[in-house]
């Protein structure tokens, strides 16, 4: 379950999926054998979240559960698993900071303090504003580019230092496009910081131009 877990709040009394978000419902049922709808339940959940706010109301669950005929603890158990789902309300930027080996060994540790220092709030906690939510989770696939931060659900920026981050804070909050991915200007995508190495002279014999290289 997602570490952003608020006590006092209210739950809707009601949830239906707009006809928009019904059309991206009906796409990804269609995608299934008959009979094997329930497959669809974690993109019913995001689509759900996207709708909500940034967060899944139980009423929501109720209704995906309804649309897949399948028992509700179903549609439950999957949400509280995963912490990609939202079962309480957060912030307008939703920080997920990862702090498993790779990137605690990169310095998470680092970056989140930066920030925690920064916005006076800890991790599991929102700002006053409503600006961020500070969360903590495990391995966010990108460890190649450790220390990562998910903004969202779906943004990533990556090679974060404490004061990069900082700056990435400002930038939210000031409203400002910030670029996504690596943050330390050296690494092209997810490439070594050394640049290419591996098969290089092949490569170049072969006349294969090498992505990042003049
Ligand atoms: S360990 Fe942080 S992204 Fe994998």
Not at 27 to 45: D, E, R, T
Not at 50 to 78: C, G
Not at 142 to 154: I, K, M, S, T
Request: with cysteine; hydrophobic share 35%; aromatic share 8%.
């Amino acid at each position: 379950m997602s570490h952003a877990q608020k006590r006092d709040f209210e739950q809707p009394a009601s949830f239906t999926f707009t006809p928009e978000s019904m059309k991206e419902v009906d796409a990804v049922i269609a995608k299934y054998p008959k009979g094997y709808q329930a497959s669809a339940v974690m993109p019913l959940l995001w689509i759900a979240q996207r709708q909500h706010d940034n967060w899944i109301p139980e009423k929501a669950m109720e209704e995906i559960a309804r649309i897949l005929d399948m028992p509700k603890i179903k549609v439950f158990e999957v949400a509280t698993f995963y912490t990609m789902y939202n079962l309480a309300p957060v912030g307008k930027h939703h920080l997920q900071f990862c702090t498993t080996t790779p990137c605690w060994l990169r310095g998470s540790g680092e970056a989140v303090e930066a920030c925690e220092k920064h916005l006076g709030i800890k991790l599991g906690e929102t700002t006053p504003d409503g600006e961020f939510t500070l969360t903590d989770v495990e391995c966010l696939g990108a460890c190649v580019n450790a220390p990562v931060v998910q903004r969202n659900g779906d943004e990533f920026y990556e090679d974060l230092t404490p004061e990069n981050v900082v700056q990435l804070l400002d930038d939210l909050k000031a409203g400002k496009k910030h670029p996504h991915g690596s943050q330390d200007g050296a690494r092209h995508k997810s490439s070594g910081v050394e640049g290419a190495t591996c098969l290089h002279e092949q490569a170049k014999s072969a006349g294969i131009k090498i992505a990042g290289e003049k």
